[in-house]
Nanobody
Framework: QVQLVESGGGLVQAGGSLRLSCAAS????????MGWYRQAPGKERELVAD???????SYADSAKGRFTISRDNARNTVYLQMNSMKLEDTAVYYC?????????WGQGTQVTVSS
């Protein structure tokens, strides 16, 4: 079992920045990809960004150029730096960890962008 604990959500003004963190604990060896999804009210959960254990990152089009995902394998922690935030970034952000054949999820952290 892997436990994921997210932190760093909150309220930010449009144009501002937030950094999310997600720390994995438990049987966290051999975690492959880690990343972030988000779910806005009335919408489906969508992938924001993910990163492999080797550091290869990918981003949703909505995140490219504004968000940066990074990972500290020694700490089993993944980060999401969000800059130039927009109202439409408001959502609950969920961290995930891929430890084949299992996918683990964090509890979610609320991010609210105000005008």
């Amino acid at each position: 079992q892997v436990q994921l604990v997210e932190s760093g959500g909150g309220l930010v003004q449009a144009g501002g920045s937030l950094r999310l963190s997600c720390a994995a604990s438990g049987s966290s060896a051999s975690i492959r990809a880690m990343g972030w999804y988000r779910q806005a009210p009335g919408k489906e959960r969508e992938l924001v960004a993910d990163i492999t254990s080797g550091g290869s990152a990918s981003y949703a089009d909505s995140a490219k150029g504004r968000f940066t995902i990074s990972r500290d394998n020694a700490r089993n922690t993944v980060y999401l730096q969000m800059n130039s935030m927009k109202l439409e970034d408001t959502a609950v952000y969920y961290c995930y960890a891929d430890q084949f054949p299992h996918i683990y999820w964090g509890q979610g952290t609320q991010v609210t962008v105000s005008s």
